[in-house]
């Protein structure tokens, strides 16, 4: 991770706490350049690296990156293979700029359902990373927004059925805090690449009040400099929370 000039321009006033993004698009980068889908995958892990550091140097304080949804389990195999090998390659090649960066690295979504390997790299690198107080990057790995409220609602009932919580008590925090995202600020900012203007099932508890930003170049081709325009571009907004503006 390289410190960065650019940044520079950005102080931290107003900076989002928290950006999610939608990396989508590797597909299309790949077909434009008639290349195979994997192709546009390494590309896109290779911009995952430049945005988790711009992020980083930003003084942003969580980064949470959609790097595969419940649905992507249904695409070809050798495609989820090199996916998940991708990911592995991350967890090495990034694990010491991790740690000397003070990055906290956590996960959500079905973390036992990735392969075992992943797993204990996760283990590992979460472990060590705990205590550290920069950025958090928080990886939505076999994740889905639905499959996220459907966990949420049985540890719920759990607790209702042993007396730990009573049916009144429910409220709005309590379902908060029974998502994979407990203890975690929601997100401020959600910006999707690739230009489709859908959610796809991202977090859809927790980005009631994001700002939306769609951003038509594809995951690929995503840089630091777009991703700082973008922030300067949250900051000009106004956000409400659905009252009036003071
Ligand atoms: C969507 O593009 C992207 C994904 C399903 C996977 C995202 C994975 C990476 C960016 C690389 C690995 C991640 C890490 C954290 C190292 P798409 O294939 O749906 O694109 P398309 O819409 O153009 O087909």
Same mark, same amino acid.
């Given at each position: ?27 299309r ?33 969580i ?24 990911l592995?390659?991350?967890f ?23 392969p ?20 958090i ?10 499959e996220d409220? =459907? ?10 059925k #042993?007396?730990? %919580?009573? /049916? +009144?008590?429910?409220? &709005? $925090?309590t379902i908060s ?18 230009g ?6 991202? =977090?859809?508890?927790?980005?009631a ?5 769609i #951003?038509?170049? %594809?995951? /690929? +081709?995503?840089n630091? &400099? $777009? ?14 929370f659905?009252?009036?503006?003071e």
């Amino acid at each position: 991770m390289k410190s960065d000039n650019n940044c520079l321009s950005i102080n931290s006033d107003k900076l989002p706490m928290h950006v999610a993004i939608i990396m989508d698009g590797n597909g299309r980068w790949a077909k434009k350049k008639l290349k195979n889908r994997i192709e546009g995958h390494k590309k896109g892990a290779a911009a995952v690296r430049d945005i988790v550091s711009a992020a980083g140097n930003i003084g942003i304080n969580i980064l949470t990156l959609y790097a595969f949804s419940t649905e992507n389990w249904q695409r070809p195999r050798t495609e989820v293979n090199a996916l998940m090998k991708l990911l592995e390659n991350f967890f090495i090649s990034e694990r010491d700029n991790i740690i000397k960066n003070k990055v906290k690295l956590q996960v959500i979504g079905q973390i036992w359902k990735m392969p075992k390997n992943i797993q204990a790299f996760i283990k590992e690198l979460a472990d060590i990373t705990e205590k550290n107080t920069g950025l958090i990057l928080n990886l939505a790995l076999s994740y889905g927004g639905r499959e996220d409220i =459907l966990s949420a609602f049985k540890k719920i009932i759990k607790k209702i059925k #042993s007396d730990k %919580l009573k /049916p +009144d008590e429910i409220n &709005e $925090e309590t379902i908060s805090s029974h998502l994979y995202t407990a203890g975690l600020a929601e997100p401020d900012l959600l910006i999707r690449t690739g230009g489709e203007m859908r959610v796809s099932n991202f =977090l859809l508890w927790q980005i009631a009040y994001s700002e939306l930003y769609i #951003s038509k170049t %594809l995951w /690929p +081709d995503f840089n630091k &400099e $777009e991703f700082f325009e973008i922030i300067k571009a949250f900051r000009l907004r106004e956000r409400r929370f659905g009252k009036v503006a003071e």
